[in-house]
Structure formats: C-alpha cells, structure tokens
C-alpha cells in the first residue's frame, strides 16, 4: 500500500506520512512514559527547572573538553539551538580555569547563499553567534587555537577529515520540528525516492554536504531566529552529516520545548526507543546509533490535547 502523501508539503517526505497506529501511539505518551522508553543505547531524562535543563547541557562541553589532552586531543559537536548554555559554558570556563588549548569545537551547520557559506557578518551566522555567545566570552589565555574550531563549509571537506583525527566525544543538538538533528531533513519526494524515502542504511551514508532546506524547517527558523520573517531565512544550508554523527561517542539531544512542539518531541523518542528508523523521520535513524541521550525540561513536554486558542 503506497504511503500517503505529506500534509504539510505534498513534494517531501515527512512525519505525516508514516503509519497511522505509530503517530497515535506517540500523541497518548506521558512524562512518565518518555522516561520508560529508556533502553540499553538510549537513556531519557528530564530536568525540573530551566537553571539544572542549561546547566546540564552546558556542563556536556565541560566533560568532553576535560578529556582532551596532547596525545588525543578531544571536543563536542554543539547545535544553534538551544543556545542558551553557551554563555554558561564560557562562564564555567573561566571559572574553572579549564585550558582549551587541545580541546576541540564544531559547528553543526552554517546557512548558504548563493552557493557558498555565509561570512560571520551575515546576522543568522551560525559561526557567529557560536563565537559572541560563548568562544568570544572565554579568557583569552584559556582559549581554543582557532584551527581548533571546525564549521562547515562549501568551500572545503577539512570539516568532514577532522572527525578521523579529532576524538568527538559527543555530538549535541536540539530537535526542528521537521524530526532533524543538524539540518538533516527528510529529502523531496522526487526520482528514485518518489514512492518511498531513503532506507536508513542509504540515509546514514550522507556525510556534510549542501542541503536543501524543508519548507517546515525555513518556516521553523524564522520563527526562532528571526521573528517570524521568512524572506531573511536562507533555503539552503550546509550541514554535518549522519556518517559523522555515527563517529560522535554519544549523540545528545535536548528538548526545551520551544523549538519541536509536544507531539513531535515524543515521537522520536518513541521510534528512537522502539528501533523504527525511517528516513522520513531522520531524527528516528538514531535508533541504530549505540548511544543516544534525549533531556527534556518538564514545563516544556507539554501535552497532545486539543486546545483551541
């Protein structure tokens, strides 16, 4: 039977166009059930308060910078959203006197235009504000080499080779309510994938690369970034890609609940937790990653009820 076509863009693949029994068994999910979808490979927490939700996430940079040393150096693959622990991080930081010189950073993403990256200059540079936000904030004497700093880029494949020299410890990010981590959406319905999507094994081979962006995901990011106006978002982006997150020791994803909504935020922890990857749903092909961490701050699980407002 063939697979419905997209509620939300009849040309893509999404969530929408998965079982039915699956997305009904995602929206009854409780707070308590997120916690016992828990396995071996994939653990869920959830944090109380706003203060202990940031704090934890900032503290993973904390943990996988203390680890990198001369003879291996070490470091973490963080997200533009959430952002909000990245001031918290340069804080701790410099409160520690914690030394960066063998730790090691990379972006997930950065937007393009016109066929190339987009300079530091441009106001939704990811580079940017990962620099104002928190490598700017850090005692110069403490700070990371600048070659130590790793952003995607049209211009090179160095991003992609330095996952084989650089132990990344953990990869972080956050959810879109597309199911993405990074910028890995769901692909057009179009060609070989018109009357299906990618099987994960073919999904998990895309490494960093352009991508085109999903009209949710542009729709998401003016929302977020940019109050609502579209026309400032790019259509296209370069991002990390599943053959790097596969070299990532842990890949952890936070959910403060203002970036996915309720029903999308337990969705892929139910498919994560009961191993049904789809390429529709690419934040669901971490089923097959050995060690996945979803953290959710209470206030922002929320619930699937309707509510008219």
């Not at 403490?142 to 049209?154: E, K, Q, V, Y």
């Not at 650089?166 to 199911?179: A, D, F, P, S, T």
């Not at 070299?247 to 922890?269: Q, Y």
């Amino acid at each position: 039977m063939p697979r419905p076509l997209s509620k939300l863009a009849p040309a893509w693949w999404d969530y929408t166009t998965l079982d039915k029994d699956i997305l009904a068994d995602a929206a009854r999910l409780t707070a308590k059930d997120l916690v016992q979808l828990s396995r071996p490979g994939f653990s869920v927490r959830i944090f109380d308060t706003v203060e202990e939700f940031y704090a934890a996430e900032a503290l993973e940079y904390i943990e996988a910078w203390r680890q990198a040393t001369p003879d291996n150096p070490a470091g973490i693959c963080g997200p533009i959203g959430p952002t909000e622990q990245l001031p918290i991080v340069a804080r701790i930081v410099n409160a520690i006197g914690l030394s960066l010189r063998h730790a090691h950073f990379w972006g997930m993403d950065e937007w393009v235009i016109d066929g190339k990256t987009v300079p530091e200059s441009h106001p939704l540079s990811f580079a940017r504000c990962d620099k104002a936000q928190c490598f700017d904030r850090i005692d110069k004497a403490l700070r990371m080499p600048s070659a130590n700093l790793h952003f995607p880029s049209t211009e090179s494949d160095a991003y992609s080779r330095s996952y084989d020299s650089v132990r990344c410890v953990l990869m972080q990010g956050g959810q879109g309510e597309i199911k993405h981590w990074a910028f890995n959406d769901p692909l057009p319905r179009k060609g070989k994938y018109r009357d299906a999507p990618p099987t994960p094994a073919e999904y998990r081979k895309l490494g960093t690369r352009k991508v085109t962006l999903h009209p949710v995901t542009i729709t998401q990011n003016a929302r977020t970034s940019g109050g609502g106006n579209v026309a400032l978002v790019p259509t296209e982006a370069m991002t990390v890609g599943p053959r790097e997150t596969w070299k990532a020791e842990t890949v952890s994803i936070w959910h403060p609940g203002h970036h996915d909504n309720p029903f999308g935020i337990r969705l892929t922890a139910l498919m994560i937790s009961k191993r049904i990857p789809d390429a529709a749903v690419p934040m669901s092909l971490l089923a097959d990653h050995p060690n996945v961490r979803f953290s959710y701050l209470r206030s922002g699980i929320g619930s699937v009820a309707v509510e008219m407002h």
